[in-house]
């Protein structure tokens, strides 16, 4: 039996809500790792705050300011690639951090974790910093920065998002030599680079992965619509006889990405809870929204 209207939109609520909270928590997460234990050691970080300390070490302009007028641009061009939804987050996740970085900054002035373990606080800071980007993607939203850049060449490209970021801040901590006048400390940003990127991925759980679903349900083609509006995938509907029975069944295969896996299963659960799904990993997909195949 369908779910009532009242029922799915207090989910819908929720979900949202979910999402929301999410994103802070990543923001948090980041803004802890990037003013308590990289900036006051003068390390590095990559995109718009990476960009940021820069500024910060140049010219003593705190970082919240130059955050938010980067990224003003960058939210344009989400807003136009990415979409509207997308893009709300983002601009939420945006302006949580600009709220949060005075405030951890204040509460952290006099406070200099790590002082003589560089390389711990490039750890520690860089755990933070990948964990909160990883956990804002996972409720569909970023922390802005070069963030929307690996999410726009991620959504034609299979490449990680992590790879992405790795690739595109390399120039950024390069840079900080002509500040810092110290290559140890850009080692330390290409580290901090590294190990976030790592931990951004973990969070995310290997974005590039793809994933084959088994779906039979007797509302089928009300589930295979939602596929094909929500996630713009394929549905392909197989005739079956169950054998105990002897009563035909119409069984969808899906493919889709493995972080579109959680929306495919709350599409299910809200028209048809007791849906039969088969869930499995795959190695390669090659074809129209996924990898091209690539023969020498």
């Given at each position: 039996?369908k779910?009532?209207?009242?029922?799915?939109?207090?989910?819908?609520?929720?979900?949202?809500?979910?999402?929301?909270?999410?994103?802070?928590?990543?923001?948090?997460?980041?803004?802890?790792?990037?003013?308590?234990?990289?900036?006051?050691?003068?390390?590095?970080?990559?995109?718009?705050?990476?960009?940021?300390?820069?500024?910060?070490?140049?010219?003593?302009?705190?970082?919240?300011?130059?955050?938010?007028?980067?990224?003003?641009?960058?939210?344009?061009?989400?807003?136009?690639?990415?979409?509207?939804?997308?893009?709300?987050?983002?601009?939420?996740?945006?302006?949580?951090?600009t709220?949060?970085?005075?405030?951890?900054?204040?509460?952290?002035?006099?406070?200099?974790?790590?002082?003589?373990?560089?390389?711990?606080?490039?750890?520690?800071?860089?755990?933070?910093?990948?964990?909160g980007?990883?956990?804002?993607?996972?409720?569909?939203?970023?922390?802005?920065?070069?963030?929307?850049?690996?999410?726009?060449?991620?959504?034609?490209?299979?490449?990680?998002?992590?790879?992405?970021?790795?690739?595109?801040?390399m120039?950024?901590?390069?840079?900080?030599?002509?500040?810092?006048?110290?290559?140890?400390?850009?080692?330390y940003?290409?580290?901090?680079?590294?190990?976030?990127?790592?931990?951004?991925?973990?969070?995310?759980?290997?974005?590039?992965?793809s994933?084959?679903?088994?779906?039979?349900?007797?509302?089928?083609?009300?589930?295979?619509?939602?596929?094909?509006?929500?996630?713009?995938?394929?549905v392909?509907?197989?005739?079956?006889?169950?054998?105990?029975?002897?009563?035909?069944?119409?069984?969808?295969?899906?493919?889709?990405?493995?972080?579109?896996?959680?929306?495919?299963?709350?599409?299910?659960?809200?028209?048809?809870?007791?849906?039969?799904?088969?869930?499995?990993?795959?190695?390669?997909?090659?074809?129209?929204?996924?990898?091209?195949?690539?023969?020498?």
């Amino acid at each position: 039996m369908k779910p009532s209207l009242s029922v799915t939109s207090r989910q819908l609520m929720w979900r949202e809500m979910h999402d929301y909270l999410m994103i802070a928590l990543g923001m948090l997460s980041y803004a802890i790792g990037w003013t308590v234990f990289l900036l006051p050691n003068d390390i590095t970080t990559g995109g718009v705050p990476g960009i940021a300390s820069i500024v910060y070490w140049a010219t003593g302009l705190n970082v919240q300011y130059t955050y938010f007028a980067i990224n003003g641009g960058l939210l344009i061009a989400s807003l136009v690639v990415l979409g509207w939804k997308f893009s709300v987050k983002t601009i939420f996740a945006v302006l949580v951090m600009t709220f949060i970085l005075p405030i951890i900054q204040s509460a952290t002035s006099g406070l200099h974790l790590l002082g003589d373990q560089p390389f711990m606080a490039c750890v520690i800071g860089a755990s933070f910093c990948g964990s909160g980007i990883g956990i804002a993607f996972s409720a569909n939203g970023s922390s802005g920065g070069t963030d929307i850049i690996a999410a726009i060449i991620n959504k034609y490209r299979d490449i990680t998002l992590g790879r992405v970021i790795l690739m595109t801040d390399m120039i950024i901590i390069s840079s900080s030599y002509f500040v810092l006048h110290d290559w140890e400390k850009v080692v330390y940003g290409f580290a901090t680079l590294y190990i976030s990127s790592f931990v951004l991925d973990q969070v995310v759980n290997s974005a590039r992965q793809s994933v084959q679903f088994f779906i039979i349900s007797k509302q089928y083609e009300e589930i295979g619509r939602r596929i094909n509006k929500d996630l713009h995938r394929g549905v392909t509907v197989i005739d079956g006889t169950g054998l105990y029975t002897g009563l035909g069944i119409k069984m969808m295969f899906v493919l889709a990405k493995k972080r579109e896996s959680t929306t495919i299963f709350r599409l299910i659960k809200d028209i048809d809870p007791e849906a039969f799904v088969s869930q499995s990993s795959v190695i390669g997909v090659y074809g129209e929204g996924f990898d091209h195949i690539k023969v020498k």
